[in-house]
């Protein structure tokens, strides 16, 4: 059997005289516990908070895919509209994977990758002065020497055969477990006649899976955007979501790092305004 057992006390004759002490102190100590436990609910639903809107984000960021025709099709004459489209992804801080393709396809870079690359990607489609004295590096493209050449010209610049671009693409989404996710495809759309089977059967498989297809049609024609619409089963005309989407009010994290030091200084405030009575002996000087 266990037995509380008291520190030993002395008892004080003039114990009334600490009433008010006793008094303020307890007003403290009841302060500081509403104080102490206000700051560390605030500081759960902040870390909570935080990590729910780091959670919604990176699914929302990571829901798409561009694929870029660079197929001989896509001449210097197209650049300009694909250097305005990718120009609008990123200043609208679109999160997207991006694929090339031609007669085979290829991925640059994942979905999720910052808008930066975006426009680093677009660097290649905006025209630049021809120099009076032209160097060998970087090379320009022969047909059109206003335009540097880009790093896939050379492997990809054949045929167009859209459903190479397309089948990566959904590989991509299937691979990174985004559901319903959103495919751009910036093509003139002259697809060859040997892929027309093929781009059938993946129009008809992305309306199956609901897959969001958004066209950027360089050649201006609407009979191809018909088309792809009739196969997916919706809309494909391409749209953009408003630049706010992701500046958010999202808890910063120095709001926690403020409630931690506000909690240190008061935990060290009742150790030491709360801290137990002690009596310092003084040493009496002999007469």
Known sequence: MLISRRAPTIPLADAGAFERETRR???????????????????????????????????????????????????????????????????????????????????????????VELG???????????????????????ENPRFYDNPWSSSYHGGTQVSTGLDLAQRILDRDGIKHGRVILVS????????????????LR???????LEIVDLSGSRGGLNYYSRLTGRPTSLTVAPSTRISSSRPSPYWLVTIAVALTLLLAGNEYFCRRLSWRHRLEAAA
Request: proline share 7%.
């Open 25 to 115: 102190t307890t007003r403290f100590r009841v302060a500081l516990a509403v104080l102490i436990g206000a700051l560390g609910v605030a500081a759960f639903l902040l870390a909570r908070d935080l990590g729910r809107f780091q959670t919604a984000t990176s699914a929302e960021r990571s829901s798409g895919v561009l694929v870029l025709d660079l197929s001989w099709s896509v001449g210097p004459s197209r650049y300009g509209q694909i250097q305005r489209t990718l120009g609008t992804l990123t200043a609208h801080k679109e999160r997207l994977g991006v694929v090339i393709f031609s007669d085979s396809a290829y991925e640059v870079v994942p979905p999720g990758t910052p808008p």
């Open 120 to 142: 680093l990607i677009a660097r290649f489609f905006k025209p630049h002065a021809v120099p009076s004295t032209p160097t060998p590096f970087p090379e320009r493209l022969i």
């Open 188 to 203: 003139d759309l002259n697809e060859s006649a040997l892929d027309q089977d093929k781009l059938t059967q993946t129009l």
């Open 206 to 212: 992305y309306g199956q899976l609901g897959i969001k």
